[in-house]
């Protein structure tokens, strides 16, 4: 028993050995373990400072070289003025010198018939004097001497207005010579102008997303409110709150021509050559139309008609160049994955329409639809008009007018320029997409329901487009539906693509909104190709400058790629700018 007793003692002593280090070695781990977890996260908040870091330096490095862009434009433009201004004084110059030299070459003339009178009426003179009686020789040879030495005066007098009158019109032909060398510095200025106009446009991205809130109803609660100029907030059905930035934003205050003052330069790329292409998205009801169109012909209008307005305004500043442009629409709908004209008259849209891959890149194009001429602003605003009597539009729970087709209209730009020979072919795509909805709230059936079902496929179409190119695949599904396959030319990194995604800031509509702003901050970070859009134009001697991209490798080699980078050192220009400095110094000589 004594013997059995020790061993329990034994044992017992043992199994408190054992806990006791078992407890020791957990202390230990749990210890090393929150050693090991806290200089993770020391680690961990030190990569995001400087991650965050990095970043904030690139983006000033970038806003910084945005900004010496802008103010070189701004210099460049001024020297355009001033070098126009010079040609045009020149000019004026050289008219007053040609009326001078012409009034003395006729005064000239008159001096030399007065001279030819006189010398006749000398030799009338001589004549009567030698009939007369009683004269003698030697009066007589005297008269002739002194006749023949004013006829040698006059014939001097003469000879120095001819050489005077031959120096004059050497230098109108010199002051002729010097307009045209200013007039072709003018072009020069005005391709630089060109150049770093659209250097701007790449700088802030090859897709630019724009956010406009359509004003809320009286009364009604609302979930989304604007930040500041490029940024918003939404409270989604949980009262958690998201924050989304774009190039752009605008609230419900924003006027349509303020939205539009922001789109013009983008615009105005068509006339260069570039494929253009501004289309609206957002769910039924967001403004989407109304930001497109407008309404009206006053302060109402929206982007199309100002558009267009601006589009042949500056084609009418540009014939002052010597740029003649020609300029043709069409209007198109998507409707149930079908194309429709909108111009054709008495059209029941059995037609079978046909997108045209077009050759080399080409503007996008439909076969069979009509395509009208476009010399005024009120022609346009009537083809505006009847196009938009023709969509198909129909009245659902959730918006009483709702389109139910995605509307293009195509503007296609041709300018030539006689002296150089040069041809520029641009075209401006701008469309007003139907919009997305939910079939339990918008209440679609029967005909409704298959419209919304080919409205979202469509849109389902244009996320994967963009989701494809953001990650660089080689198969881009632009075929999936017709919207995306029109579009293609200009969503395919040769074209300028702007976005502007409509947002319905009303609680109930929290969800939707959510889902565009999402989508649109995805579309935002797209970028549709490396090598910028590229311009159409054919020069003087036949040769296509389709290469001619938005990145000016003028610069050459490392210093072009140093650019590209947004690397600046030793505080030297970008190389573009120093080229386009060196252009204009050239055209102050």
Known sequence: QTAGKDRETAVSMLRAELDAESKHARDAAVRDAEVRAAEARRLAHEQGDQAVQNAEERAAQHKARLDGVIAQLDSEKEEVCRVKRAADAAAQLAQAEKAAVVARAEAAERATKEVENAAAQLRSEVASMRAAQGQSEEKRNEMLVLANKEIDNVRRQLAEEQTRIAAEEAAIAATNDRVKELEDQLLDADETRRQLHNQIQELRGNVRVFARTRPPAPGGACAVKTIDVESMSITDRLGDDAVFSFDKCFGPEAQQEDIFEDVSQLVQSALDGYKVCLFSYGQTGSGKTHTMLGAGEGDQRGIIPRAVQKVLEHAEQLS??????????????????????????????????????????????????????????????????????????????????????????????????????????????????????????????????????????????????????????????????????????????????????????????????????????????????????????????????????????????????????????????????????????????
Do not use: W
């Not at 150089?420 to 701008?430: A, F, K, P």
């Not at 496929?457 to 989701?467: E, I, Y």
């Not at 494809?468 to 632009?478: A, E, F, L, M, N």
């Open 320 to 589: 002052k160049k010597g740029y003649e442009y020609t300029m043709e629409a069409s209007y198109v709908e998507i409707y149930n994955e079908q194309v429709r004209d909108l111009l054709k008259p008495g059209a029941d849209h059995d037609e079978k329409h046909k997108i045209v891959s077009a050759p080399e890149g080409g503007c996008p194009t439909v076969s069979g639809v009509e395509r009208e001429p476009v010399r005024s602003v009120d022609a346009a605003a009537g083809l505006v008009r009847r196009a938009a009597a023709a969509r198909a539009v129909e009245a659902t729970q959730m918006n009483a007018v709702s389109s139910r087709s995605h509307t293009i209209f195509m503007l296609y730009i041709t300018g030539e320029h006689e002296a150089s020979g040069s041809r520029l072919t641009g075209c401006l795509n701008l469309v007003d997409l139907a919009g997305s909805e939910r079939v339990g709230r918008s209440g679609a059936e029967g005909a409704r329901l298959k419209e919304a079902c080919a409205i979202n496929k469509s849109l389902s179409s244009l996320g994967d487009v963009f989701m494809s190119i953001s990650r660089g695949d080689k198969h881009i599904p632009y075929r999936n539906s017709k919207l995306t396959y029109l579009l293609q030319p200009c969503l395919g990194g040769d074209g300028k693509t702007l976005m502007f995604v409509n947002i319905n800031p009303e609680a109930p509509s929290a969800e939707e909104s959510m889902c565009s702003l999402k989508f649109a901050s995805q579309v935002n970070a797209v970028e549709l190709g490396r090598g910028g859009a590229k311009r159409n134009i054919v020069s003087g001697i036949g040769k296509k400058e389709d290469s001619n991209k938005e990145d000016s490798n003028s610069a050459g080699g490392k210093k072009a790629d140093a650019d590209k980078k947004g690397t600046i050192k030793g505080g030297k220009r970008p190389a573009t700018a120093r080229t386009a400095i060196g252009a204009a110094k050239k055209a102050k000589r």
